[in-house]
């Protein structure tokens, strides 16, 4: 069971969204859930001395306001539901604030971004840079797609024998304990002849039964000319999955961490929710 939930509040269109998914997750699991207002564009942002003051101070009040609208649909919101709740508004970047609440937590809820989005509050690369640095499991909730519905009962696990799956899959743990289908996907099924490393073609289903996670299906799917996003979204569909799990693949740039192509791929193009892992 999860016990503890962080949620990305913020000033745009998908923070209610994101806030009702998290609410549903914590209900399920009788967590806690902590509301962390990260805005993109925080007070400390501005020049207090390079910005005129009458100008200050209406960005001042305008931020304000706009925080405190966000904390009374916060509290308005798990009331109702019924569950315990926290809310920081820490100082900071929004994506330092993020990965530093996300790690006294099971697991943070954030939102894909909308490129439609009119009124977007932009990061660049928000999403993709609290998953890499965060050290907790990141659930992204797509702008599209049903709204309010279950999350983690049929989990479609993509499993390619490496760490970062590996890691995916144990951070997953407290989902797939309550979920009701399990399927195993292998997109381009790895050449290496696993037989000589005394793998066992049940090994995962037998330790999937020893964990008492539901019977898993095993599939597997080529990325030939549609790509590894697609093909993890097409077998989604195909079992109506209504949860990817996946590790997020990335390397070092100098001092930053980046997403691989496959996995920022999947990230843009999201239909269903998706737990990432790194």
């Given amino acids: 069971m999860l016990v503890r939930i962080a949620v990305h509040l913020g000033r745009d269109e998908g923070c209610e969204r994101r806030l009702h998914a998290a609410t549903q997750l914590a209900a399920d699991h009788k967590a806690e859930l902590v509301g962390v207002y990260a805005s993109y564009f925080p007070l400390s942002f501005y020049d207090e001395v390079g910005t005129p003051k009458e100008v200050y101070s209406l960005l001042s009040a305008k931020l304000l306001e706009d925080q405190a609208k966000v904390r009374t649909m916060f509290e308005e919101v798990t009331a109702s ?87 995916a899959f144990a951070d997953a743990h407290p989902i797939l304990q309550e979920s009701k289908e399990l399927v195993i996907l292998t997109v381009d099924e790895p050449p290496e002849n696993l037989a000589d490393n005394e793998i066992d073609a049940q090994d995962f289903s037998s330790y999937c039964e020893l964990r008492r996670y539901p019977v898993p299906k095993e599939i597997k799917r080529t990325s030939q000319g549609i790509g590894i996003g697609n093909a993890i979204l097409n077998a989604a569909t195909d079992h109506s999955s209504d949860l990817i799990v996946m590790g997020a693949y990335g390397h070092s740039r100098i001092r930053d961490w980046v997403m691989g192509g496959a996995s920022r791929s999947i990230l843009e193009t999201m239909t269903v929710p998706i737990l990432f892992s790194h």
């Fill in 81 to 167: 539901a019924g569950i315990v709740s926290r809310w920081r508004a820490p100082k900071g970047r929004a994506d330092q604030v993020l990965a530093l609440q996300s790690r006294f937590c099971d697991l943070l809820v954030m939102g894909q971004a909308n490129p439609n989005e009119s009124n977007t509050e932009r990061f660049t690369n928000l999403a993709e840079t609290v998953i890499m640095a965060a050290g907790r499991p990141v659930l992204m909730i797509p702008y599209i797609g049903k709204t309010y519905t279950p999350i983690g009962h049929r989990v479609l696990f993509c499993w390619d024998y490496r760490r970062e799956a590996t890691r």
